[in-house]
């Protein structure tokens, strides 16, 4: 558990006193937000709620990644009377955090924090074991603001002269940026921004060398999956101009690099008169090697670790709180490997373990339904009570979720599942929608059919 205490707190601005939560404990391990608050600097920020001011307290906190094996204390110099007293907080933080963790997670690494006296140098830290450099932070800073000017750009003029100044900045990591931030726009339904990082990136992808490539490197990779054949993979390989676009092939096309793949190539090789042709097919083959030989060597790995951890779900006590802690890992890869597990378990007739895997699988999909909105929630199990009486009951019992998004999401479900074409599922979706439509209005108390 991440401990969260409430303090008693003198507004340095009004001087009014107020109770706020603090956190002692950051655990990433159970905790993902815990990692992204702390770079955001923005543990332990109190609102006052006399004056209307904001502001982080200056106060330690235990902040602890099981996966980097990161124990940091953050120890600002103002705290404690004396190292006496300093030591003994680091000691009672140490200690909650190892008495809040399961057996098998209590390691001798928790035992030594690191001390940290200011928030940067602890940020560093965090920062570094993500192998992330300042440097690095610096020129990601240049990127988000080389980014932001773009949009701000008047003229479309304006905004090809910034891209073409600053083409070498302009990289892989500057096309993340600008992903995320769209996402982060679409997220909080900003329209405006939306339609501004497009257009920019509309701009980058002709106007930059990066976006030039990645054009390309989307062209190929669109080839390959209209004509996924053993020939075209070798002859888009053959074209690609240069490593990074051969890569993203050889990962989309790798069920089809196999034995009959390197045939083909060895024969194209022989059948070439030239002898640098010749010295290219033959490097070219070495390359798809080592890249494939990466790609599996990195797949293997991660089985191997999501196997652990079914193995681990399988044997636990509590197999929802190790479930909770590691939700992040509960990914595609898991996923496949819990459905093999039980049609292995059914074709072999082991009843026991069927029983066993479809626990796990039912507790992660409780685990999954819990991330999502509570309207969405509502509207899953609708789709899935067994009567249209249920459908009535639930309604009227959720009356207060039956919101105007929610309809909206609703009709576009509904939408979805007609094109899908699937008459049953579509008839439950179109039955649910009238019926919350008919409960809504009263119950929300506005108008909630949108245009
Ligand atoms: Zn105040």
């Not at 690494?109 to 965090?126: A, E, R």
């Not at 996924?228 to 676009?245: F, G, M, N, Q, W």
């Not at 097919?281 to 080592?290: D, G, Q």
């Not at 999502?372 to 509207?379: A, D, R, T, V």
Request: charged residues 30%; glycine residues 4%; negative net charge.
């Amino acid at each position: 558990m991440s401990q969260v205490l409430l303090a008693r707190i003198t507004c340095p601005n009004c001087r009014n006193v107020f109770q706020a939560p603090v956190e002692q404990i950051l655990d990433v391990g159970q905790d993902p937000t815990a990692k992204l608050r702390t770079i955001n600097g923005l543990v332990n920020l109190v609102h006052c709620p006399h004056c209307g001011m904001d502001g982080q307290l200056n106060l330690p906190f235990f902040y602890h990644d099981p996966k980097r094996e990161l124990a940091l204390v953050y120890m600002p110099l103002e705290a404690g009377r004396d190292e006496m007293e300093r030591q003994r907080f680091i000691g009672s933080l140490t200690s909650a955090v190892i008495n809040g963790l399961p057996m098998e997670e209590r390691k001798g690494y928790l035992l030594q924090p690191q001390i940290m006296i200011t928030m940067d140098g602890l940020i560093n830290k965090v920062l570094e074991a993500d192998g992330i450099t300042k440097e690095m932070i610096e020129a990601q800073r240049a990127k988000a603001a080389l980014l932001r000017r773009l949009v701000d750009a008047s003229s479309e003029e304006i905004m090809e002269v910034m891209i073409r100044e600053n083409d070498a900045l302009i990289d892989d990591e500057f096309f993340r940026i600008l992903l995320m931030n769209l996402e982060i726009a679409r997220e909080s339904g900003q329209g405006a921004d939306i339609q501004r990082l497009i257009a920019v990136r509309h701009k980058l992808l002709e106007a930059s060398s990066e976006g030039r490539r990645i054009k390309v490197q989307g062209e190929m990779l669109e080839a390959l999956r209209n004509e996924p054949t053993r020939e075209k993979l070798l002859d888009l390989l053959v074209e690609a101009p240069d490593r990074r676009i051969r890569e993203a092939l050889i990962i989309l096309g790798l069920p089809l690099v196999d034995y009959r793949f390197f045939q083909l190539l060895t024969m194209r090789l022989e059948e070439t008169p030239e002898q640098e042709e010749k010295e290219r097919l033959a490097s070219l083959r070495a390359e798809i090697l080592e890249v494939r030989g990466k790609v599996e060597e990195a797949t293997r790995a991660l089985y191997a670790e999501r196997s652990a951890l079914l193995r681990a779900l399988l044997q636990s006590e509590n197999p929802e709180a190790l479930a909770r802690r590691r939700f992040a890992e509960i990914d595609q890869a898991f996923i496949n490997l819990l459905t093999a597990s039980l049609e292995e378990a059914r074709s072999t007739g082991d009843l026991a373990t069927v029983r066993a895997l479809q626990d796990v699988w039912n507790m992660i999909l409780k685990l999954t339904e819990e991330t999502l909105p509570p309207e969405i929630q509502l509207f899953n199990r609708l789709m899935n009570v067994e009567s249209e009486g249920e459908v009535e009951k639930l309604l009227q019992e959720n009356r207060e979720l039956l919101t105007a998004p929610l309809l909206q999401f609703m009709e576009r479900a509904a939408a979805e599942m007609e094109e899908a074409g699937d008459e049953e599922i579509t008839r439950r979706a179109r039955f649910v929608l009238e019926r919350a439509r008919a409960l809504a209005p009263a119950a929300a108390g506005f108008v909630t059919s949108p245009a």
